[in-house]
């Protein structure tokens, strides 16, 4: 199963290439692949970069041997030429930028600076192109700070928005490569804002620029400390969330961890459940599958053989998966997490059911041995609102009397829907009626 839910041949596709690199290296370091194919992907990935050095020691390790081929040692000379000559084009501006006292004399008016420019440094349009082409020549070498930095720069005098868009896109890319989550954040942000904004050539372009915004945003919202928020947030925004359904369905098991993982978001969970719904025959996996069969089928042994697959699922994800070393430990923070989080949800929703529960039989359905889910009942009866009572001597947990079980509920809706469909039906009918007779008294 390690490789039949993982997400990379999806997720690829709309990211810059260079972000395909930290996925790779988690798969090779998991073990999903054979070794031999990972190599291969990162050498094609590569050949379209100016990482000549990087290839070269991936071509070692593929085929066992010291000697590269040829034409990567002339790539390498021609990669080293054209820095050479894009430093010395961009070099009078690079210089002025890099001068503290000149900079001062900038100001946020884009037109002043690009005038001020020309007339005292002699520094015009063709040095400020100069600047862009070697600051994405150096993001193409993996120079990630020196082109972050430049593309910043580039963009406070450049006066094209489509440049300024690419730039901006740039830039995001080298802060989640440097994994400067803060930074990326609010480049994130900034991006998001244009791409609601701008008005696009056709709408399927807004979508798509959507689309590859919420890929990226995975590097940010699983390693920011309010991630978890943020990816809720953008996810469920109404435009964001017609780009899921209509193009990229997989993003539901990032959205559907994320809520399952934050306990105060799970005023979503409903809305997630229908989206999950609506889907289910463009995609599904464990994860959406055992909220499925929790939440809608009402299915506790589905719900545990899901949690299982759950668990290999989130430790073979690059984005779910982050190991954390703590001395001679490792520990993967969100499975710990999602897997806690989603027993107290099959805990309450079986609770929420039956009035009298065997704990034995609870600590099946959670997956956990007796002491275990009589410790994790304990815990939860205290520190929650639960209306609930352990029997020791009987070892079950007993409900409050006053406990409304879910097929209570059901009944109750069920009349209020037929009061509804009542007072509908007579609005439309009654109306009907009277100008009917209205009409016959006219005749």
Same mark, same amino acid.
């Given at each position: 199963?390690?490789?039949?839910?993982?997400?990379?041949?999806?997720?690829?596709?709309?990211? #810059?290439?260079? =972000?395909?690199?930290? %996925?790779?290296?988690?798969?090779?370091?998991?073990?999903?692949?054979? #070794?031999?194919?990972?190599?291969?992907?990162?050498?094609?990935?590569?050949?379209?970069?100016?990482?000549?050095?990087?290839?070269?020691?991936?071509?070692?390790? =593929?085929?066992?041997?010291?000697?590269?081929?040829?034409?990567?040692?002339?790539?390498?000379?021609?990669?080293?030429?054209?820095?050479?000559?894009?430093?010395?084009?961009?070099?009078?501006?690079?210089?002025?930028?890099?001068?503290?006292?000149?900079?001062?004399? =900038?100001?946020?008016?884009?037109?002043?600076?690009?005038?001020?420019?020309?007339?005292?440094?002699?520094?015009? *349009?063709?040095?400020?192109?100069?600047?862009?082409?070697?600051?994405?020549?150096?993001?193409?070498?993996?120079?990630?700070?020196?082109?972050? #930095?430049?593309?910043?720069?580039?963009?406070?005098?450049?006066?094209?928005?489509?440049?300024?868009?690419?730039?901006?896109?740039?830039?995001?890319?080298?802060?989640?490569?440097?994994?400067?989550?803060?930074?990326?954040?609010?480049?994130?942000?900034?991006?998001?804002?244009?791409?609601?904004?701008?008005?696009?050539?056709?709408?399927?372009?807004?979508?798509?620029?959507?689309?590859?915004?919420? @890929?990226?945003?995975?590097?940010?919202?699983?390693?920011?400390?309010?991630?978890?928020?943020?990816?809720?947030?953008?996810?469920?925004?109404?435009?964001?969330?017609?780009?899921?359904?209509?193009?990229? @369905?997989?993003?539901?098991?990032?959205?559907?961890?994320?809520?399952?993982?934050?306990?105060?978001?799970?005023?979503?969970?409903?809305?997630?459940?229908?989206?999950?719904?609506?889907?289910?025959?463009?995609?599904?996996?464990?994860?959406?599958?055992?909220?499925?069969?929790?939440?809608?089928?009402?299915?506790?042994?589905?719900?545990?053989?899901?949690?299982?697959?759950?668990?290999?699922?989130?430790?073979?994800?690059?984005?779910?998966?982050?190991?954390?070393?703590?001395?001679?430990?490792?520990?993967?923070?969100?499975?710990?997490?999602?897997?806690?989080?989603?027993? =107290?949800?099959?805990?309450?929703?079986?609770?929420?059911?039956?009035?009298?529960?065997?704990?034995?039989?609870?600590?099946?359905?959670?997956?956990?041995?007796?002491?275990?889910?009589?410790?994790?009942?304990?815990?939860?009866?205290?520190?929650?609102?639960?209306?609930?009572?352990? #029997?020791?001597?009987?070892?079950?947990?007993?409900?409050?009397?006053? @406990?409304?079980?879910? @097929?209570?509920?059901?009944?109750?809706? %069920?009349?209020?829907?037929?009061?509804?469909?009542?007072? %509908?039906?007579?609005?439309?009918?009654?109306?009907?009626?009277?100008? *009917?007779?209205?009409?016959?008294?006219?005749?």
């Amino acid at each position: 199963m390690a490789s039949t839910h993982d997400l990379t041949w999806k997720v690829a596709p709309q990211l #810059d290439r260079h =972000l395909v690199f930290p %996925l790779l290296e988690f798969l090779q370091e998991r073990q999903l692949y054979n #070794d031999e194919e990972i190599l291969k992907a990162k050498i094609e990935l590569l050949s379209e970069t100016n990482m000549v050095d990087y290839a070269m020691d991936i071509h070692k390790s =593929l085929y066992h041997t010291d000697q590269v081929p040829q034409e990567m040692i002339d790539r390498r000379v021609e990669v080293v030429a054209r820095l050479k000559s894009l430093e010395e084009s961009a070099a009078p501006l690079i210089s002025f930028l890099q001068n503290a006292a000149l900079v001062q004399e =900038l100001r946020p008016d884009k037109q002043y600076n690009i005038q001020m420019l020309n007339e005292r440094y002699q520094i015009g *349009a063709d040095q400020i192109e100069a600047l862009y082409q070697y600051a994405k020549f150096q993001f193409e070498c993996g120079n990630y700070s020196s082109a972050a #930095d430049y593309l910043y720069q580039y963009r406070a005098l450049c006066t094209n928005p489509e440049r300024s868009l690419s730039a901006l896109w740039g830039k995001l890319a080298a802060e989640v490569l440097m994994q400067n989550w803060d930074i990326a954040l609010e480049e994130l942000n900034r991006l998001k804002e244009i791409i609601d904004s701008k008005n696009f050539a056709s709408p399927l372009t807004q979508l798509q620029n959507r689309i590859w915004l919420m @890929h990226w945003s995975l590097f940010i919202f699983f390693n920011h400390e309010n991630g978890r928020n943020g990816i809720i947030d953008l996810f469920f925004h109404d435009r964001y969330l017609n780009a899921i359904q209509t193009n990229a @369905h997989h993003l539901l098991r990032y959205l559907a961890t994320a809520v399952v993982v934050n306990k105060r978001r799970r005023n979503v969970l409903k809305d997630l459940i229908k989206v999950i719904q609506q889907e289910q025959y463009c995609y599904k996996d464990p994860i959406t599958e055992f909220l499925e069969c929790l939440y809608v089928n009402y299915d506790f042994e589905g719900a545990q053989t899901k949690l299982r697959e759950c668990e290999q699922v989130i430790l073979n994800d690059p984005f779910l998966g982050k190991r954390v070393e703590e001395g001679n430990f490792v520990t993967v923070p969100l499975r710990d997490e999602f897997l806690e989080n989603a027993r =107290l949800f099959i805990f309450e929703t079986y609770c929420r059911i039956h009035q009298c529960i065997d704990i034995s039989t609870l600590a099946e359905k959670m997956n956990m041995s007796y002491d275990e889910a009589e410790r994790f009942i304990v815990n939860l009866v205290r520190s929650s609102k639960l209306d609930a009572k352990i #029997d020791s001597v009987s070892g079950t947990l007993v409900m409050s009397t006053n @406990h409304i079980n879910v @097929h209570e509920q059901i009944i109750e809706s %069920l009349k209020n829907l037929n009061m509804r469909t009542y007072m %509908l039906a007579k609005n439309i009918v009654e109306p009907a009626q009277a100008a *009917a007779q209205a009409s016959a008294a006219a005749r």
